[in-house]
């Protein structure tokens, strides 16, 4: 299995390429930080880490210094993955990148514009760009799969206003996406499916918290946290799909990681099986006090 995981830095785009790596892919991970250079992000993981990590659990990792918003490097990296392997199996778009950018709860003329506009760009701008340059190579082989990683289900979204604006129309055009690349590939007997996980400890999220993957549960935060996964869920999630000989009946729709868990019977690493979304929709919104344990 060939795979390019776009936005591979940290987060869900690691534990895809890491899950993905212990299938046993051959995963070019890309993003703008590196050893070298960190993205205006200025976080420290690096896609030569996440590489690393492919590698060590039984893939081939390969870090590329990628900036998605370039047309003329995303060209680039399909004409190096072609050279190099001749075909692409799985496309993960996952760039975002915009955690700096957005206001929580602002409405549209209190937000600043610029930084909305570049959340935009970032968001929906790169996946777009990276489908264009790396489609015309994963469909020269049946069975192709692309994954466009979001915030919430298309269901859930639907119906719920996502914090401002510019967060709201990403995630949404997100999902979109996932259903317009179902069609385009339906000919060559590809997959697209857009895939949320739900509250993530990422490497961000437990600095920005103050805690560690060991003592995460000792945050301070909203009770959701306690139904919170880490990046590998999702990531077992994708290498399931990505393995799945039957993974077209997948196409199209807009899943959660607990979907995807359920179908295919894996475990976050604690051995448990989070259900954020069901928690929020069946406990949180309706106010009922329900044990977030009975969730996992």
């Known amino acids: 299995m060939i795979a390019l995981v776009a936005g591979a830095t940290r987060g869900t785009g690691r534990g895809i390429a890491v899950a993905l790596g212990a299938a046993g892919a051959t995963v070019y991970c890309t993003g703008r930080s590196t050893r070298e250079r960190r993205s205006e992000i200025n976080r420290p993981?690096?896609?030569?880490?996440?590489?690393?990590?492919?590698?060590?659990?039984?893939?081939?990792?390969i870090a590329v210094q990628v900036d998605h918003l370039d047309p003329g490097q995303v060209e680039a990296l399909a004409e190096r993955v072609e050279r190099e392997q001749g075909r692409l199996d799985v496309l993960v778009n996952d760039v975002w990148g915009s955690d700096h950018?957005?206001?929580?709860?602002?409405?549209?003329?209190?937000?600043?514009?610029?930084?909305?506009?570049?959340?935009?760009?970032?968001?929906?701008?790169?996946?777009?760009?990276?489908?264009?340059?790396?489609?015309?190579?994963?469909?020269?082989?049946?069975?192709?799969?692309?994954?466009?990683?979001?915030?919430?289900?298309?269901?859930?979204?639907?119906?719920?206003?996502?914090e401002n604006v510019y967060y709201d129309l990403a995630k949404v055009s997100v999902n979109r996406l996932a259903f317009a690349w179902s069609r385009e590939l339906r000919p060559y007997g590809g997959t697209a499916v857009a895939?949320?996980?739900?509250?993530?400890?990422?490497?961000?999220?437990?600095?920005?918290?103050?805690?560690?993957?060991?003592?995460?549960?000792?945050?301070?935060?909203?009770?959701?946290?306690?139904?919170?996964?880490?990046?590998?869920?999702?990531?077992?999630?994708?290498?399931?799909?990505?393995?799945?000989?039957?993974?077209?009946?997948?196409?199209?729709?807009?899943?959660s990681s607990e979907d995807l868990a359920v179908a295919y019977g894996f475990t976050d690493v604690d051995g448990s099986r989070p259900r954020v979304w069901s928690f929020i929709t069946e406990v949180r919104e309706p106010g009922k006090d329900t044990d977030p344990a009975e969730y996992r």
């Open 101 to 162: 950018l957005w206001e929580w709860d602002t409405p549209v003329w209190k937000h600043d514009m610029d930084k909305g506009l570049r959340l935009l760009r970032l968001a929906v701008d790169t996946h777009i760009i990276s489908s264009r340059h790396m489609l015309p190579l994963l469909i020269r082989n049946e069975g192709g799969l692309v994954v466009e990683v979001t915030d919430g289900t298309w269901a859930f979204n639907e119906t719920r206003y996502r």
């Open 195 to 255: 895939v949320t996980p739900g509250f993530l400890r990422s490497e961000a999220m437990l600095d920005n918290f103050g805690v560690t993957e060991d003592n995460w549960r000792e945050a301070k935060v909203d009770v959701t946290w306690m139904v919170s996964e880490t990046p590998a869920y999702v990531g077992r999630g994708v290498a399931a799909l990505a393995t799945d000989p039957d993974r077209q009946r997948w196409s199209g729709r807009s899943v």
């Open 45 to 61: 993981e690096t896609i030569e880490e996440t590489a690393e990590l492919v590698t060590a659990a039984g893939g081939t990792g």
